[in-house]
Structures are given as structure tokens and as C-alpha cells.
């Protein structure tokens, strides 16, 4: 079994003002190194998720409609960090998946290495929760 199928699975819970979020990093793969299976480092964002949970806003339509959901979001990371491309994988509904694609934008990125230390592009899938807490659905 290739290490590559062996993705990071971490999940953290983060709340912002009135709102929890959920994210994690469940998928890179060497996007500039087809025969390089091995990632020592994964693309991480600067900041950890501190940085995401202060960059992250929840939607007011959304909010006030009691919209929830998990928004997954693939984004290829570049060499220098920043983001080439992004993309929604499964969405939830267009404030949302708007929502998470602005974050993820906004982030700075830190470069996935080979296990030699080599900075690549490297492709992240990262599931973005949307969670409203309960006195906030009660309004």
C-alpha cells in the first residue's frame, strides 16, 4: 500500500464567535511529481487553525436561514505557498461553499515537502464544518 494512501486525518474544533468549525487536512498529494509518492510535510496553513477560525466568516443568510453542513474543499498549494487553484468538491449551498473558498484564499500557506526537504505543489482536500451552536439555531 502506497504511503500517499495514508492521508492526515486530524480534526479540530475551533469556535468563532457564536460558530464552530470543524476542519482538517484528509488529502495531499505531490501535484508537480507524479513518481513521488511521499510527502514528509503537507501544505499547513500559517497560523494553524487559530488563523483559519479568525479568517473564517459564516455567512448571515446562511446563519439566519439555520444553514449548516460541511463544505469539502480540494486546493492545489504551490511551491511558495500560495494557492493555484481551488476548488469545491462537495458543497452544501453557495454562501457556504462561497465561505470556505474565501477562507481558504485568504490563508497563508505553508508548502508541502518531499521527504528530502524539497518544497512541491501539493493538492489538499480540507472539510470545512459549518456548525451554528444552538442558541444561535433557537433564535
Do not use: C, H
Not at 50 to 62: E, G, H
Not at 67 to 77: D, H, L, N, Q, W
Request: proline share 4%; net charge positive; no cysteine.
Amino acid at each position: 500500500m502506497n504511503r500517499i494512501s495514508l492521508f492526515v486525518t486530524a480534526i479540530l474544533a475551533i469556535l468563532i464567535f457564536q460558530i464552530g468549525v470543524t476542519t482538517s487536512v484528509t488529502n495531499a498529494i505531490a501535484a508537480d511529481k507524479p513518481d513521488q509518492v511521499t510527502l514528509k510535510d503537507f501544505p499547513s496553513i500559517e497560523g494553524g487553525m487559530k488563523s483559519l477560525a479568525s479568517k473564517l466568516i459564516y455567512p448571515a443568510s446562511a446563519k439566519n436561514d439555520g444553514v449548516e453542513g460541511k463544505v469539502m474543499v480540494s486546493a492545489t498549494i504551490g511551491k511558495d505557498g500560495s494557492v493555484d487553484s481551488i476548488w469545491v468538491v462537495k458543497g452544501v449551498r453557495t454562501d457556504l461553499d462561497s465561505a470556505a473558498i474565501t477562507v481558504i484564499k485568504r490563508l497563508t500557506w505553508k508548502p508541502g515537502k518531499t521527504e528530502q526537504g524539497e518544497a512541491v505543489k501539493a493538492t489538499v482536500t480540507i472539510p470545512i464544518m459549518f456548525k451554528l451552536k444552538s442558541d444561535k439555531k433557537n433564535q
